[in-house]
């Protein structure tokens, strides 16, 4: 009996990271329009984009090869399987065990991998602008979300996320100096893996110093469905974890009965909500940056990161 | 029943006929086939060999002293776990590079410089993980690099080859004069050459210091710890395919065996700064290698670069196993050694693999540099989706073999804040960095050159008019990637295996792995950290396929080809793709500036002036410019200022002899 509900509660997550990730998309987007005194299209909006999109049929380039067609299924899996192991309102879920928060960390790096080789598979210049840059952006990203791991892991005593979660519930923590650091360096390297305004803007089109955009230039129907899902799901993902982690507040626990469960799940779409206001609040008051620039911001991440961690095996308690 | 070390050795003294027997055999018809099918048979047995003693676990190896060599000591060969560990992994890759070999080989042109050498240098490899005393090990050791010396020679008439050659031997001769005097050290004055002497004494702080310094440089010359790697990106690509994949794959895991031997093995209780000169190194080779690496636009020195950054990886490891053992911490130092010993096994497996499809792709367009190539995925989709297998497993992407290795080893870091001494402190979080840092460019580098290689439109008529390769180099590339799949969904089985190894170095193990629940892997406790790459594979297996029958069904599965977009500007000239050097251009301006002081000069034309515009890069290589640029100088220095002794009578060359004579008198003579 335990194990169907297990079951349930990991199916429950997995739809509901599906389900929401559009409408946050769609939030932020609305959130961003109305700060611009723009009236925005609806927040339903991504998911009429996604219908629209799969109905219709894929031109594929003639140069494309089978990878071309292959490589969006593989990131939507890897996106949702990532998405679906970090604790939205439940932690200890069935499936939590089989990926630490490294393994998420490297699944993302294998739907990038796939997307950056995407870039590359039709032979324009506009792919491999995307690509060249994505491996550059991910270059510095990459080390310094594997630093914060570390703090993390070295505060909590572990890298699975339902343990970390749980030891960010619980008053052991305190104030600590490297949690502050890793708390800067996690929002700068989620900006960055997300493609957003200050690293790069998710709204353009046609433009010279679009990295995400170009890579996907040459998709279209269901292909560009999955691949804008995916990219949902990973805005998802990066706001889940900072809410798993630095804001645990509410979050049921594992042998939580349905009412914990309903109130995990209300908290965990407050937060959502929180957290993608903010990010519209910093898109709208932000300019975007030279390309060559974002090195120096996430170098600033991976510092941070770095120094987090250092304070860290100095000892225990900052 | 034969014993394991027996059938191993056997198979080491026919691969030493088979090596005899090619200079005639060679000359037939079917020699190529005849030698390597008759080496994959004898690597096969010797693998079996190896598994079978590694499988026994700890049961004890026997001893077998051969009645060869200097008289008084003999040749000792034995096989514990360690060797036999190494023994299996020599033998599948020289197993699998014998298969490729049958189809490759019969390209070759000078197969009389090929065939002789390469069933010697599988013998030279296999006898230095058998041996069990100083003087055999030199001996084979010394024979593995000249053999494979021979193989990276074998085409002498291009010039490159030619320096690569040079570059290597003298470091081979290096790395062997640095063991020679490691093992004197380590033997001391009364010669005690067998290993079991050598374990036995315990030789002084100073002297132990001494011996990991030379070891260092004596196995690390050889493996390519940085500033020592200088001659492996000239000489594995120079030698033909499956001799790169060999040297690459297996020879450098060869010297790791000799590092682990002697520092692990027959050195004794480690310091604790050990760690610290061999961490350095190892964070440091880890960057250097993959940031030479993104800088190549040649296949195969790209690939070649690239071990010099696993071997990092694989050190990093064994550095943190060293610290670990220091402080008395068995069960963390089990779990470093462990993820380096795994790291080995997997980089024989992809960097093989990898190698086997460069040099599938050379013999379909005669091509090395990625400029010249693109779209092969078109003409060579076998080859392309075994390549692409191989780029994602040395990535270090789930759910294949790489990422496991690479997440043991952070799983190690992250117990380093134990260690009481505060350098390691702050050393090792740094290192962490690095590693990371490398994994994520080696990612960038393989996206690199699997897109420039095998995506895109063809950049030359060769690469249009490519062939699919032979179905002997398919089934070698095919059972390594299945290898990389299998390891990476199901590592604890190869953990376990591990376990005797780890527990004689260690002196502990990890927790037993076969019994966790689903068959996860989980290197200290369940709710510390663990990592299931069967249900990864699973979940994005199932997950894919949901999604794609999904809306294959639901909503639409038309397909229509048409022109490429490319945002309303397609050009069907293939030059306006981005290209190796275009696409490791961001890269290059952000660490290449640092690190190679890398300068873009870029010459238009003025207006009406139909000369094209040139865009020059001009990088400069910091080791060699600063470490063997000045050596080299110094050498050509004193040659030409001794030059005139060449010139003098008799009398003086026999003044300097009795000279000579007079002052080693007096320094024996004076000599505490």
Same mark, same amino acid.
């Given at each position: 009996?335990?194990?169907?509900?297990?079951?349930?509660?990991?199916?429950?997550?997995?739809?509901?990271?599906?389900?929401?990730?559009?409408?946050?998309?769609?939030?932020?987007?609305?959130?961003?329009?109305?700060?611009?005194?723009?009236?925005?299209?609806?927040?339903?909006?991504?998911?009429?984009?996604?219908?629209?999109?799969?109905?219709?049929?894929?031109?594929?380039?003639?140069?494309?090869?089978?990878?071309?067609?292959?490589?969006?299924?593989?990131?939507?899996?890897?996106?949702?399987?990532?998405?679906?192991?970090?604790?939205?309102?439940?932690?200890?879920?069935?499936?939590?065990?089989?990926?630490?928060?490294?393994?998420?960390?490297?699944?993302?790096?294998?739907?990038?991998?796939?997307?950056?080789?995407?870039?590359?598979?039709?032979?324009?210049?506009?792919?491999?602008?995307?690509?060249?840059?994505?491996?550059?952006?991910?270059?510095?990203?990459?080390?310094?979300?594997?630093?914060?791991?570390?703090?993390?892991?070295?505060?909590?005593?572990?890298?699975?996320?339902?343990?970390?979660?749980?030891?960010?519930?619980?008053?052991?923590?305190?104030?600590?100096?490297?949690?502050?650091?890793?708390?800067?360096?996690?929002?700068?390297?989620?900006?960055?893996?997300?493609?957003?305004?200050?690293?790069?803007?998710?709204?353009?089109?046609?433009?010279?110093?679009?990295?995400?955009?170009?890579?996907?230039?040459?998709?279209?129907?269901?292909?560009?469905?999955?691949?804008?899902?995916?990219?949902?799901?990973?805005?998802?993902?990066?706001?889940?974890?900072?809410?798993?982690?630095?804001?645990?507040?509410?979050? !049921?626990?594992?042998?939580?009965?349905?009412?914990?469960?309903?109130? =995990? @799940?209300?908290?965990? $779409? /407050?937060? +959502? #909500? &929180?957290?993608?206001?903010?990010?519209?609040?910093?898109?709208?008051?932000? !300019?975007?940056?030279?390309?060559?620039?974002?090195?120096?911001?996430? =170098? @600033?991440?991976?510092? $941070? /990161?770095? +120094? #987090? &961690?250092?304070?860290?095996?100095?000892?225990?308690?900052? | 029943?034969?014993?394991?070390?027996?059938?191993?050795?056997?198979?080491?003294?026919?691969?030493?006929?088979?090596?005899?027997?090619?200079?005639?055999?060679?000359?037939?018809?079917?020699?190529?086939?005849?030698?390597?099918?008759?080496?994959?048979?004898?690597?096969?047995?010797?693998?079996?060999?190896?598994?079978?003693?590694?499988?026994?676990?700890?049961?004890?190896?026997?001893?077998?002293?051969?009645?060869?060599?200097?008289?008084?000591?003999?040749?000792?060969?034995?096989?514990?776990?360690?060797?036999?560990?190494?023994?299996?992994?020599?033998?599948?890759?020289?197993?699998?590079?014998?298969?490729?070999?049958?189809?490759?080989?019969?390209?070759?042109?000078?197969?009389?410089?090929?065939?002789?050498?390469?069933?010697?240098?599988?013998?030279?490899?296999?006898?230095?993980?058998?041996?069990?005393?100083?003087?055999?090990?030199?001996?084979?050791?010394?024979?593995?690099?000249?053999?494979?010396?021979?193989?990276?020679?074998?085409?002498?008439?291009?010039?490159?080859?030619?320096?690569?050659?040079?570059?290597?031997?003298?470091?081979?001769?290096?790395?062997?004069?640095?063991?020679?005097?490691?093992?004197?050290?380590?033997?001391?004055?009364?010669?005690?050459?067998?290993?079991?002497?050598?374990?036995?004494?315990?030789?002084?702080?100073?002297?132990?210091?001494?011996?990991?310094?030379?070891?260092?440089?004596?196995?690390?010359?050889?493996?390519?710890?940085?500033?020592?790697?200088?001659?492996?990106?000239?000489?594995?690509?120079?030698?033909?395919?499956?001799?790169?994949?060999?040297?690459?794959?297996?020879?450098?895991?060869?010297?790791?065996?000799?590092?682990?031997?002697?520092?692990?093995?027959?050195?004794?209780?480690?310091?604790?700064?050990?760690?610290?000169?061999?961490?350095?190194?190892?964070?440091?080779?880890?960057?250097?290698?993959?940031?030479?690496?993104?800088?190549?636009?040649?296949?195969?020195?790209?690939?070649?670069?690239?071990?010099?950054?696993?071997?990092?990886?694989?050190?990093?490891?064994?550095?943190?196993?060293?610290?670990?053992?220091?402080?008395?911490?068995?069960?963390?130092?089990?779990?470093?050694?462990?993820?380096?010993?795994?790291?080995?096994?997997?980089?024989?497996?992809?960097?093989?693999?990898?190698?086997?499809?460069?040099?599938?792709?050379?013999?379909?367009?005669?091509?090395?540099?990625?400029?010249?190539?693109?779209?092969?995925?078109?003409?060579?989709?076998?080859?392309?989706?075994?390549?692409?297998?191989?780029?994602?497993?040395?990535?270090?992407?789930?759910?294949?073999?790489?990422?496991?290795?690479?997440?043991?080893?952070?799983?190690?870091?992250?117990?380093?804040?134990?260690?009481?001494?505060?350098?390691?402190?702050?050393?090792?979080?740094?290192?962490?960095?690095?590693?990371?840092?490398?994994?994520?460019?080696?990612?960038?580098?393989?996206?690199?050159?699997?897109?420039?290689?095998?995506?895109?439109?063809?950049?030359?008529?060769?690469?249009?008019?490519?062939?699919?390769?032979?179905?002997?180099?398919?089934?070698?590339?095919?059972?390594?990637?299945?290898?990389?799949?299998?390891?990476?969904?199901?590592?604890?089985?190869?953990?376990?295996?591990?376990?005797?190894?780890?527990?004689?170095?260690?002196?502990?193990?990890?927790?037993?792995?076969?019994?966790?629940?689903?068959?996860?892997?989980?290197?200290?406790?369940?709710?510390?950290?663990?990592?299931?790459?069967?249900?990864?594979?699973?979940?994005?297996?199932?997950?894919?396929?949901?999604?794609?029958?999904?809306?294959?069904?639901?909503?639409?599965?038309?397909?229509?080809?048409?022109?490429?977009?490319?945002?309303?500007?397609?050009?069907?000239?293939?030059?306006?793709?981005?290209?190796?050097?275009?696409?490791?251009?961001?890269?290059?301006?952000?660490?290449?500036?640092?690190?190679?002081?890398?300068?873009?000069?870029?010459?238009?034309?003025?207006?009406?002036?139909?000369?094209?515009?040139?865009?020059?890069?001009?990088?400069?290589?910091?080791?060699?410019?600063?470490?063997?640029?000045?050596?080299?100088?110094?050498?050509?220095?004193?040659?030409?200022?001794?030059?005139?002794?060449?010139?003098?009578?008799?009398?003086?060359?026999?003044?300097?002899?009795?000279?000579?004579?007079?002052?080693?008198?007096?320094?024996?003579?004076?000599?505490?």
């Amino acid at each position: 009996m335990a194990v169907i509900a297990d079951f349930l509660v990991q199916g429950a997550q997995m739809l509901i990271v599906l389900l929401t990730a559009p409408m946050l998309t769609g939030l932020v987007r609305k959130i961003k329009a109305r700060m611009l005194r723009r009236a925005g299209p609806p927040v339903i909006q991504p998911y009429r984009d996604l219908v629209r999109l799969m109905r219709k049929e894929v031109v594929l380039a003639d140069t494309a090869s089978w990878l071309f067609r292959v490589i969006p299924y593989f990131i939507f899996a890897a996106t949702w399987v990532a998405a679906s192991l970090v604790p939205t309102f439940r932690t200890g879920l069935l499936f939590s065990w089989s990926a630490d928060l490294i393994a998420i960390i490297a699944l993302l790096g294998s739907a990038r991998f796939a997307l950056a080789l995407a870039g590359l598979d039709v032979g324009t210049s506009f792919g491999g602008i995307g690509s060249s840059r994505e491996v550059m952006i991910a270059s510095l990203a990459e080390p310094a979300m594997i630093m914060i791991v570390f703090t993390l892991a070295l505060v909590a005593g572990s890298t699975q996320l339902s343990t970390m979660a749980g030891f960010m519930e619980s008053s052991a923590v305190g104030l600590r100096v490297s949690l502050g650091l890793a708390l800067i360096a996690l929002v700068m390297v989620a900006i960055a893996e997300n493609a957003r305004i200050p690293v790069d803007n998710p709204a353009t089109h046609l433009e010279l110093t679009m990295v995400h955009e170009a890579m996907v230039l040459e998709y279209s129907g269901r292909h560009l469905a999955l691949i804008e899902l995916s990219a949902s799901l990973k805005l998802l993902l990066y706001l889940s974890l900072i809410a798993c982690v630095f804001a645990p507040w509410g979050l !049921a626990g594992p042998s939580a009965g349905l009412g914990a469960l309903a109130v =995990g @799940a209300l908290a965990y $779409l /407050g937060k +959502l #909500a &929180t957290g993608g206001f903010l990010l519209a609040l910093f898109e709208t008051s932000i !300019a975007k940056m030279r390309v060559f620039r974002v090195p120096e911001f996430l =170098g @600033a991440a991976l510092m $941070l /990161g770095l +120094l #987090a &961690t250092l304070l860290l095996f100095v000892s225990r308690s900052l | 029943m034969l014993a394991p070390t027996v059938v191993v050795l056997a198979c080491a003294a026919l691969l030493l006929v088979l090596a005899i027997a090619a200079v005639w055999i060679g000359r037939t018809r079917a020699g190529t086939t005849i030698i390597y099918g008759t080496s994959l048979v004898i690597a096969l047995t010797a693998f079996l060999a190896g598994m079978a003693q590694l499988l026994r676990g700890s049961a004890p190896a026997d001893d077998i002293v051969l009645p060869l060599g200097l008289p008084w000591i003999g040749v000792r060969f034995r096989m514990d776990a360690l060797s036999a560990f190494f023994v299996v992994v020599v033998d599948l890759g020289a197993a699998t590079a014998s298969l490729f070999a049958i189809g490759y080989g019969s390209h070759e042109r000078a197969r009389l410089r090929v065939l002789p050498f390469y069933p010697a240098f599988l013998a030279g490899m296999n006898l230095v993980v058998l041996a069990d005393d100083a003087f055999s090990f030199l001996v084979a050791w010394e024979f593995m690099s000249l053999s494979s010396w021979a193989l990276v020679v074998a085409h002498h008439r291009v010039p490159d080859n030619v320096r690569a050659g040079y570059v290597y031997l003298i470091m081979a001769s290096l790395g062997t004069l640095a063991l020679l005097l490691t093992f004197g050290v380590l033997a001391g004055p009364h010669g005690g050459y067998a290993f079991a002497e050598i374990r036995a004494a315990h030789p002084s702080p100073a002297l132990s210091a001494l011996v990991l310094c030379l070891a260092v440089v004596g196995t690390g010359s050889k493996a390519g710890l940085v500033p020592l790697h200088v001659w492996l990106p000239l000489a594995h690509p120079a030698a033909p395919s499956h001799v790169s994949a060999l040297m690459s794959g297996v020879m450098t895991k060869v010297a790791v065996y000799g590092f682990v031997r002697i520092v692990f093995d027959l050195l004794g209780e480690p310091a604790w700064w050990w760690s610290m000169l061999v961490l350095m190194l190892a964070g440091m080779t880890c960057v250097m290698g993959v940031l030479y690496a993104l800088m190549q636009h040649d296949l195969k020195r790209l690939l070649a670069y690239h071990t010099v950054e696993n071997i990092g990886i694989i050190f990093i490891a064994l550095g943190l196993g060293l610290a670990f053992k220091a402080y008395g911490m068995a069960w963390a130092a089990a779990l470093a050694l462990t993820a380096g010993l795994l790291h080995v096994f997997n980089h024989s497996l992809f960097k093989s693999l990898l190698f086997f499809g460069a040099g599938a792709v050379l013999t379909a367009t005669g091509e090395r540099d990625m400029e010249h190539l693109g779209g092969l995925i078109h003409r060579m989709p076998h080859t392309a989706f075994a390549f692409l297998i191989g780029c994602a497993a040395i990535s270090a992407l789930p759910p294949l073999n790489g990422f496991v290795s690479e997440w043991l080893v952070f799983q190690a870091i992250l117990l380093s804040p134990q260690l009481p001494s505060w350098g390691l402190k702050f050393l090792v979080p740094a290192v962490g960095a690095l590693l990371a840092f490398s994994a994520t460019l080696a990612a960038a580098c393989f996206v690199k050159a699997f897109g420039i290689t095998f995506l895109g439109r063809a950049r030359s008529s060769a690469a249009s008019a490519a062939r699919e390769t032979d179905r002997f180099s398919l089934a070698a590339m095919f059972s390594f990637a299945a290898l990389c799949l299998i390891a990476g969904i199901l590592p604890g089985l190869f953990i376990d295996a591990l376990a005797p190894v780890v527990q004689v170095l260690a002196g502990g193990r990890m927790p037993v792995q076969t019994g966790v629940e689903w068959l996860s892997i989980v290197p200290i406790a369940q709710s510390r950290s663990s990592y299931n790459g069967l249900l990864v594979f699973l979940f994005m297996v199932i997950s894919g396929a949901l999604a794609a029958s999904a809306i294959h069904r639901l909503a639409s599965d038309k397909l229509r080809r048409a022109p490429a977009w490319d945002c309303g500007y397609p050009d069907a000239c293939p030059a306006t793709q981005y290209t190796a050097s275009s696409f490791a251009q961001p890269i290059r301006r952000v660490f290449g500036s640092v690190v190679f002081r890398a300068r873009e000069q870029v010459e238009m034309a003025p207006p009406g002036d139909p000369r094209p515009a040139r865009m020059t890069v001009v990088m400069h290589d910091p080791v060699w410019e600063t470490l063997y640029l000045p050596v080299a100088a110094g050498v050509g220095y004193a040659a030409e200022r001794l030059n005139h002794l060449q010139s003098l009578t008799i009398r003086q060359f026999l003044s300097i002899v009795f000279a000579a004579l007079v002052v080693l008198l007096l320094v024996l003579a004076l000599w505490p």
